[in-house]
């Protein structure tokens, strides 16, 4: 069974710019988490989805979106981009409904970095 | 609010020996899960170990055990036999039970783990 995928691996943006990243979970999985981690402050929710719908949302700005299709593939959208959100993107995604006892399996991450 | 420490921001163990890395947390909350996580240098973050809260038992998979202290909230991590390829970047986290579906993680700040050959 694949994992979760997520592309791009790397990517470079200039301030101002704005970015898409993807996530595809494990086949079977509906439930789909993002969280940022960055050396300053470490790992840190952004949102999850479960049924096309986000369940609960991080405490970050509104220039961080995302959506679920109906595949359960994710996409987080930033847009504006800002030096500090230069980090690592990491997907996860687990069978069952959000706040079920499944555990969640996670990406390789996307690098973000901003010029 | 919850938060989760891990006091060790680097450890170093010899081959074969076993290491215990440290976790404590800080909750109001009486049921919760407690997960180790694993994240070597390709990034992908790997589940370790988990502890369900209510569970008294602690939980063990294979060379990896915890010391769940529930009164002290306390979370450790023991590696025995510890192999080259335990080298990584340990997470310890929380995530709540009750108190609306989710599976948000509240992650501590890591420990960064050698292993001596």
Known sequence: ?115 | AQTVTQSQPEMSVQEAETVTLSCTYDTSESDYYLFWYKQPPSRQMILVIRQEAYKQQNATENRFSVNFQKAAKSFSLKISDSQLGDAAMYFCAYRRFYGGATNKLIFGTGTLLAVQP
Request: aromatic content about 10%; proline content about 4%; hydrophobic content about 25%.
């Open chain 1, 1 to 115: 069974k694949a994992g979760v995928t997520q592309t791009p691996r790397y990517l470079i943006k200039t301030r101002g710019q704005q970015v898409t990243l993807s996530c595809s979970p494990i086949s079977g999985h509906r439930s789909v988490s993002w969280y940022q981690q960055t050396p300053g402050q470490g790992l840190q929710f952004l949102f999850e989805y479960f049924s096309e719908t986000q369940r609960n949302k991080g405490n970050f700005p509104g220039r961080f979106s995302g959506r679920q299709f109906s595949n359960s593939r994710s996409e987080m959208n930033v847009s504006t981009l800002e030096l500090g959100d230069s980090a690592l993107y990491l997907c996860a995604s687990s069978s069952g409904t959000v706040g079920s006892n499944q555990p969640q399996h996670f990406g390789d991450g996307t690098r973000l970095s901003i010029l």
